[in-house]
């Protein structure tokens, strides 16, 4: 079983950044592919990005590229989600999720535990 604590999320202006934490539960963090996914009101979860349990491969969705970065301290048990350059466009409901058998990476219904969300909102 897999615990994941979301944290980080707040009210920022378009253009400022922050940081979201995902705290995980379980000796064997470090052995699961990570993915972050949003919500927006109205609209189905989407990917954000993912990490591969080593850390050695990254992926984003194409609305997120070159703004936010993921990655992973298996030491700490903790995933992390930068965002810069926000964009009203940005705001969710952010989930961290916890893929214990690799499947399709994209895809939540791929992820086997997650986390209770965190609310990120972007004001213009």
């Known amino acids: 079983q897999v615990q994941l604590v979301e944290s980080g999320g707040g009210l920022v202006q378009a253009g400022g950044s922050l940081r979201l934490s995902c705290a995980a539960s379980g000796r064997t963090f470090s052995s699961y592919a990570m993915g972050w996914f949003r919500q927006a009101p109205g609209k189905e979860r989407e990917f954000v990005a993912a990490i591969t349990w080593s850390a050695g491969s990254t992926y984003y969705a194409d609305s997120v590229k070159g703004r936010f970065t993921i990655s992973r301290d298996n030491d700490k048990n903790t995933l992390y989600l930068q965002m810069n350059s926000l964009k009203p466009g940005d705001t969710a409901i952010y989930y961290c999720?916890?893929?214990?058998?690799?499947?399709?990476?994209?895809?939540?219904?791929?992820?086997?535990?997650w986390g209770q969300g965190t609310q990120v909102t972007v004001s213009s």
């Open positions: 999720a916890a893929q214990v058998t690799p499947r399709n990476i994209f895809r939540a219904r791929s992820y086997d535990y």
